[in-house]
């Protein structure tokens, strides 16, 4: 370990800026940006000269390292940006709190004990925390060691080369669940319009991303086991969008069961034709005594729409969408409040493509659309996708209300809310979980999906993510 600190405050002395390798390292700091948040709490381990912290977003930002000279040169670089930098071993790390979002940037191949330091980060996270592990695809071994050796690179003492699986199993041990790996930057060089075409784009593909530079592993702290922890600690909103929809309302409630802490329940009546706004109004004073129900009519236009205007007065500590067809049959509920209550996951997304369905339930176009779209977006996204339409999605209301925030990143692009709320989960960095339902035929009103003309906008919304997720 001290030959470590020896060499990178020799480093530290020797190097004023990062020269031909600069536009490596700004991508890595791009690309940890694209994750972190205004409102985020940030520590980095291994921070060196501080640039990457510096060039992030957090309300909180901390940045340690084993060596004082680069400590010392980042409070330097970095003075007035309120960043607390520390010299600090990431064997032993001793801080106040913890943290929203814990970045290891090229730390993992040059400790002693990569499993120990992962057992220290777990010291500083929160149920919630994200950790994001950068490391060099092994592959690349023999290529950095020429680098070195003709200059091109700055030569290091001996390191560990992990590879994904070698850094997952590590992280598992000490406590986490990865929850996504990706591969980034197939040429460490910036030669104009050249190096974003290969990084930017054809890095992006199958193929060509197995030769990446870059390594990362994304993780999060294993959830509770213990159902006592969470079987009553929160409360929930079950928002219930419905248009034509005045047979189902009164089965909704009858159907859906109690759970966690309180279940408040929202209508949210747009545009009918049919006495549906009568009957929401009925069932609310019928069941007034039993449950507790609110009631409104959207002004606009869509699902997108109705489910904002519920989760606008939504008290409840998760929020949960129930489409009033209730081809998601209620009783399944309570299944999505126990993953997302145990952090088995941060977002919880309904599946309708694992158990068969009723002969009815799903159009056989429909059937092969939705199959080709849960394809396209675990590519997009890289987090596996089953099904991106099921109306049942959760998370909770305090990522809702990042997620709004961050709207401005992507825009109103999108009519049927599925995608703005699976975008945001994204951007937020949150693990997606699926839960399988058994999607059951209407037994009142028709589809208000149209085959084509929504296909078309699914389309469009594969083009969006691409552009907004994916080529970043």
């Keep these: ?17 990062r020269g031909i390798n600069r536009y490596y390292w700004k991508e890595i700091t791009k690309y940890c940006q694209y994750f972190s948040h205004e409102d985020s709490s940030v520590l980095e381990i291994g921070c060196g000269s501080g640039d990457l912290l510096a060039g992030i977003d957090g309300s909180r930002r901390v940045g340690i390292d084993i060596s004082d000279e680069y400590i010392a040169w980042a409070k ?20 106040e709190g913890t943290f929203d979002l814990i970045i290891l940037s090229n730390l993992v191949g040059f400790v002693d004990d990569v499993q120990q330091v992962f057992e220290q980060v777990k010291k500083v996270s929160h149920a919630n925390t994200k950790v994001i592990v950068q ?14 050796l003709i200059g091109l690179k700055t030569k290091t003492p001996l390191q560990n080369w992990l590879n994904s699986k070698d850094v997952n199993n590590l992280l ?15 040429f460490p060089f910036y030669i104009p319009l050249l190096s974003e075409l290969l990084n930017k784009y054809l890095a992006k593909f ?125 009783e399944d509920i ?32 429909n059937y092969l659309g939705n199959h080709f779209f849960s394809w396209a977006f675990t590519w997009l996204l890289e987090q596996r996708f089953k099904d991106t339409l099921c109306g049942t999605k959760v998370m909770f209301r305090t990522d809702y209300i990042k997620l709004t925030k961050n709207r401005k990143y992507f825009g109103e ?19 997606i979980v699926e839960i399988p339902i058994r999607y059951r035929e209407r037994t009142y009103g028709t589809t208000n ?11 469009r919304m594969c083009a969006f993510a691409s552009r907004k997720c994916k080529f970043i």
């Design 206 to 330: 199958p193929f060509f991303r197995f030769f990446s530079l870059n390594t990362y592993s994304f993780a999060k702290p294993l959830p509770a086991n213990d159902p006592a922890e969470y079987k009553t600690k929160y409360s929930t909103t079950v928002v219930i969008p419905a248009r034509n929809e005045s047979g189902n309302i009164e089965n909704a409630i009858l159907r859906l069961p109690k759970f966690g802490k309180h279940v408040e329940i929202i209508f949210i009546e747009g545009n009918s034709t049919d006495d549906t706004w009568e009957k929401i109004k009925e069932i609310q004073k019928k069941y007034a005594a039993t449950h507790d129900i609110k009631i409104g009519q959207q002004k606009g236009k869509g699902k997108a729409d109705a489910v904002r205007e519920g989760y606008k007065i939504a008290t409840g500590d998760i929020l949960m969408i129930l489409d009033a067809d209730l081809t998601v049959p209620p």
């Design 76 to 95: 330097e670089k970095h003075a007035g940006k309120g960043i607390d930098f520390r010299v600090m071993d990431a064997n032993n790390i001793e801080l």
């Design 334 to 365: 309570p299944k999505f409040y126990d993953a997302i209550a145990s952090s088995k996951g941060d977002f919880i997304n309904g599946t309708r493509l694992v158990y068969p369905m009723d002969k009815e339930a799903m159009r056989f176009l």
């Design 1 to 17: 370990m001290e030959n470590i600190k020896t060499y990178f405050n020799t480093l530290a002395k020797s190097r004023k800026n």
């Design 172 to 186: 598992f041990v000490s406590g986490f669940d990865v929850y996504r790996n990706t591969k980034r930057m197939i």
């Design 449 to 459: 999906i149209s085959r084509f003309k929504h296909g078309l906008i699914l389309l």
């Design 135 to 148: 490391y060099y695809n092994s592959l690349w071994e023999p290529v950095l060691k020429f680098a070195e």
């Design 413 to 431: 692009f999108d009519p049927f809310g599925d995608f703005d709320l699976l975008f945001g989960a994204h951007k937020l960095n949150l693990k």
